[in-house]
């Protein structure tokens, strides 16, 4: 089966510049993931998205950062402006996990994610 | 939030070795997964676990899913070169992930 795709896979900006990044999940996958990577820590989870619905975004700084998944199927993350400290690795991931289960026990299939850079 | 804290943060051993790391949690998780990292791509699945005190076996890797739900166990046997990377624990209590902050392995030939 296809993994997951993510583009583009490199990114440089100057502060306050905006940016977007594309994700399209395993076919079949209900459950998408956005992280951030910073160099040197495990990542940190931003958004998850049930098809188009938002489970959790408590850990998104929406004064600057957004995302969507119209469709239930691929999504984008959008930052503007963007800040230094915003240099990180963005990681998509997706899951078979469906909310309507009395368990989850799908695990994450992660993309190769996109590094970015603000200067 | 909720703290996961993986263990070693670093290892250097000699090829043929076998290794150990661990994490714990503040609270019960309901799945473990274990996954390695190479640089400059995603993480990569190794092993998944959704019950206390399951072991499970991926080649030379195995994991254990700890019986207080509060910990798990991955063990690397006769350590190849390629085993070089950063590996990551991730659980959660229900619904939502939470990862270590990585093992560095470091294999000498």
């Known amino acids: 089966e296809a993994g997951v795709a993510q583009s583009p896979r490199y990114k440089i900006i100057e502060k306050r510049q905006s940016v977007a990044f594309w994700c399209n999940p395993i076919?079949?996958?209900?459950?998408l993931y956005w992280y951030q990577q910073i160099l040197g820590q495990g990542p940190k989870l931003l958004i998850q998205?049930?098809?188009?619905?938002?489970?959790?975004d408590s850990q998104l700084p929406k004064d600057r950062f957004s995302a969507e998944r119209l469709k239930g199927v691929d999504s984008t993350l959008k930052i503007q402006p963007a800040k230094l400290e915003d240099s990180a690795v963005y990681l998509c991931?997706?899951?078979?996990?469906?909310?309507?289960?009395?368990?989850?026990?799908?695990?994450?299939?992660f993309g190769n994610g996109t590094r970015l850079t603000v200067t | 939030g909720q703290q996961l804290n993986q263990s070693p943060q670093s290892m250097f051993i000699q090829e043929g070795e076998d290794v150990s790391m661990n994490c714990t949690s503040s609270?019960?998780?309901?799945?473990w997964l274990w996954y390695k990292q190479d640089p400059g791509e995603g993480p990569v699945l190794l092993i998944a676990?959704?019950?206390?005190?399951e072991l499970t076996s991926n080649g030379r890797l195995t994991a254990q899913f700890g019986i207080t739900r509060k910990d798990s166990f991955l063990n690397i046997s006769a350590s190849i070169p390629s085993d070089v990377g950063i590996y990551f624990c991730?659980?959660?209590?229900?619904?939502?992930?939470?990862f270590g902050s990585g093992t560095k392995l470091n294999v000498k030939p």
């Open positions: 076919s079949g996958h209900a459950t």
């Open positions: 998205f049930q098809n188009n619905g938002v489970v959790d």
């Open positions: 609270s019960i998780f309901n799945t």
């Open positions: 676990l959704y019950k206390a005190g």
């Open positions: 991730a659980g959660r209590p229900l619904i939502k992930f939470y």
């Open positions: 991931a997706s899951s078979l996990d469906k909310l309507t289960s009395s368990s989850y026990n799908s695990p994450l299939h």
